[in-house]
Structure formats: C-alpha cells, structure tokens
C-alpha cells in the first residue's frame, strides 16, 4: 500500500523565517494531496488540497509545490508568525479509492 | 455549517471494560472514518465506511469493530479495552467526488 514519509518531525524557525515541510510518497496513482494544521489540544483543519494537475499551489502565506516525478509535496511557509505554531500533516488519496494515506507529522515551532 | 460531532470527548476505562465512541455528520457525506492518532506514528487508520450498513477494514483494526447505523452516524467499539487502545481518536468524513477529510474534535481515551 501506500507509504507517506513526512520530513522533519520537528522543526524551529525564527519568527520571519521560511519553513518547508516535505512529504514523499509511493504510489504513482496518488491523485489528491492534503496539507492538515493542528494547533495543541484541537482537531485538523484543512489548509490546503492539491490536484495532481497542479504543481503550485498558493495560499495565505504559504506555498505548496507538487512534484510528480519525484513524488514529493512540499509546504512553504514563506514568512512564519508565532501563529504558525502547530503540528502539520500531509494527506495523500488516490483517484477512485476513498482511503487517506497521512505522515507522521511535523511539530513547528515559531520563536518570536 | 460542515459538522463533525464527536462523543465524549473524553472518556476513562480500565482494561477490559466496553466503550463506544460516537460521531455524527451533518454534511451529507459518503464516507465517514475512525482514526488514532498516537505520538510517534500519526494517524492511522481503524475502519471506514461508505454508507449506512458498510464497513471497510482500515490499517489498525485489531480490537475495534464499527458500525454505521445511518449516514450521518458511525460508532467506534472497544469491547475488551486494553491500555494499548489509549489514545486520541478522531472521526472525519468525506465528500466522493473531491475527497478531504474533515474531523471532528477528537476523543481522548485512556485505559487504565
């Protein structure tokens, strides 16, 4: 089955910083791609899903890249603010089948 | 508004005890999901389901059984708890046609 590896498992940045979370994964049939934000004590909001016809995608304040060939996600935070304090997730699926593949997660922390 | 109810949101047994874990979605979705999600390891994936009556066999099911009783309802069942199924579990559910899970607050479980 599928095999989402999720990269870093923690990362620190200072307030102003980029911050880039990387997710790879298995399955050539992968067709929908997700970016998940968890603040501490709260359930997973959806920052961002991805066609696989889409390479970039852009958001408030972030940037996701798909790279096919590679199978590579990537999230981009081009500037972090404390609020940017989470865990984050990536979520894969592929077309037609109605199972969700997800990383491990990263815990980002934003030093002001 | 898009909903995802979970019930209770916390709850303590002691091994070997019985428990069920509620969720209710007003979105008229398909497909609804069970997750756990342990430090470590992400969220993994318990049963899912695509309509009242089914029932799909996820990554971790060992221990759990599930049963979706109508659309809108899908119940978590740890009939013999063991201190090994203490963990956070989240429900979500999803729309077919361009799938991305939304969750509900999640269910903090502790077996003693």
């Known amino acids: 089955g599928e095999q989402v590896e999720q990269r870093p498992p923690h990362l620190s940045v200072r307030e102003g910083d980029s911050a880039v979370i990387t997710c790879t994964y298995t399955d050539p049939n992968s067709y929908y791609f997700f970016w998940y934000k968890q603040e501490p004590g709260a359930s997973l909001q959806l920052l961002m899903k991805?066609?696989?016809?889409?390479e970039i995608n852009e958001g408030q304040g972030f940037t996701v890249l798909l790279n096919k060939k590679d199978k590579r996600l990537s999230l981009n935070l081009t500037a972090a603010h404390p609020g940017d304090s989470a865990a984050y997730f990536c979520?894969?699926?592929?077309?037609?089948?109605?199972?969700?593949?997800f990383g491990k997660g990263t815990s980002l922390t934003v030093i002001p | 508004e898009a909903a995802v109810t979970q019930s209770p949101r916390n709850k303590v047994t002691v091994t070997g005890g019985n428990v069920t874990l509620s969720c209710r979605q007003t979105?008229?979705?398909?497909?609804m999901y069970w997750y756990r999600q342990d430090t470590g390891h992400g969220l993994r994936l318990i049963h899912y389901s695509y309509g009242a009556g089914n029932l799909q066999i996820g990554d971790v099911p060992d221990g759990y059984k599930a049963t979706r009783t109508t659309q809108e309802d899908f119940f978590l069942l740890l009939e013999l708890a063991s201190p090994s199924q203490t963990s956070l579990y989240f429900c979500?559910?999803?729309?077919?046609?361009?799938?991305?899970?939304?969750f509900g607050e999640g269910t903090r479980l502790s077996v003693l």
């Open positions: 979105n008229s979705h398909n497909y």
């Open positions: 991805v066609f696989s016809s889409t």
């Open positions: 979500a559910s999803s729309e077919g046609r361009f799938p991305a899970p939304l």
């Open positions: 979520a894969v699926s592929s077309l037609g089948y109605q199972n969700f593949y």
